[in-house]
């Protein structure tokens, strides 16, 4: 299990996502092209005309300002000009259709590339953060450690802090449950390795199901007397954890579907895998 994490190359510059907003815009519109020329059908026919050109980049930033800003889709709707239903009806049928994911995974395989690695990990890192939730989120529960009612987010990250794949439960599902349809979207990928995550982990049950997926669950202690303490790559999920709080959307979930949550964890890294690429030097892009 390497340790080491030698990310590539980028022009420096100040955390604005701003800035490159239009990097995530024109990463959207090469999927969507490529998922119409699969037969995907990224846009429901209908009497009215699909949105095109300069009107569909628009739709595409106002679901990034939902997940940016943590705007209401009634807000953004005034601001763009575009009806709100027609924006949640774009974002709910690209869900539905995995836009999402299937961009994630394509811009996490080109990261690894240009940091000299191969395009899928050899180990994943778990673990989970757990949110406040309004009540009108899909699913409520007390996390008895942290006091907070809501909602957590369960992920399995490689080395560089990238998703690999992403779940929700209510906070009072404990992690060696929350955590196993994580492990199941990982073995959907092909993956097949060593998962590490602190002492939360550890117990036969969950030992037993990651033997029979083929995943091999490392429980670690990552703390002694209230201090983190980073053992091997398992602090790189604590960063991916606080790259996603900067995206309003997800410190108070009002998601009434899980899929949306973890469309919305998706869109995040999609931002900032996208503003990577864009400031990739020219070494760290050369063969």
């Not at 026919?45 to 300069?54: H, S």
């Not at 239903?85 to 996490?108: I, M, N, P, S």
Request: hydrophobic share 45%; glycine share 10%; aromatic share 8%.
């Amino acid at each position: 299990m390497g340790t080491a994490v030698r990310p590539a190359s980028t022009t420096p510059a100040a955390w604005d996502a701003f800035t490159d907003v239009d990097a995530f815009v024109d990463e959207v519109l090469t999927e969507l092209a490529a998922m119409a020329a699969d037969g995907r059908r990224p846009t429901r026919p209908g009497p009215k005309p699909p949105l095109t050109g300069a009107a569909l980049r628009k739709a595409i930033m106002a679901v990034w300002c939902v997940c940016y800003c943590g705007m209401q889709w009634r807000a953004i709707g005034q601001l763009s000009g575009i009806p709100f239903g027609t924006l949640f009806a774009l974002f709910a049928r690209w869900t539905r259709l995995g836009l999402w994911r299937r961009l994630l995974d394509r811009l996490r395989r080109t990261w690894r590339v240009a940091c000299g690695d191969t395009p899928e990990p050899s180990t994943v890192v778990i673990d989970s953060r757990t949110c406040r939730s309004a009540p009108s989120c899909f699913a409520r529960g007390v996390d008895g450690g942290k006091k907070i009612r809501g909602v957590k987010v369960h992920i399995a990250v490689e080395k560089y802090g990238l998703p690999l794949a992403v779940d929700a439960s209510p906070a009072n599902v404990h992690d060696t449950k929350g955590i196993v349809p994580v492990l199941r979207q990982l073995v959907g990928k092909g993956f097949q390795g060593p998962a590490i995550g602190d002492l939360g982990y550890r117990g036969e049950r969950l030992a037993k199901v990651g033997e029979d997926l083929g995943i091999t669950v490392k429980a670690i202690a990552r703390g002694r007397n209230g201090t983190f303490i980073p053992v091997g790559i398992s602090w790189a999920v604590e960063r991916s954890f606080a790259w996603a709080a900067r995206y309003r959307r997800l410190n108070i979930i009002v998601e009434r579907t899980k899929e949306h949550l973890v469309a919305f964890v998706e869109i995040a890294f999609v931002s900032i895998l996208a503003r990577r690429l864009k400031r990739l030097t020219a070494h760290a892009v050369s063969p």
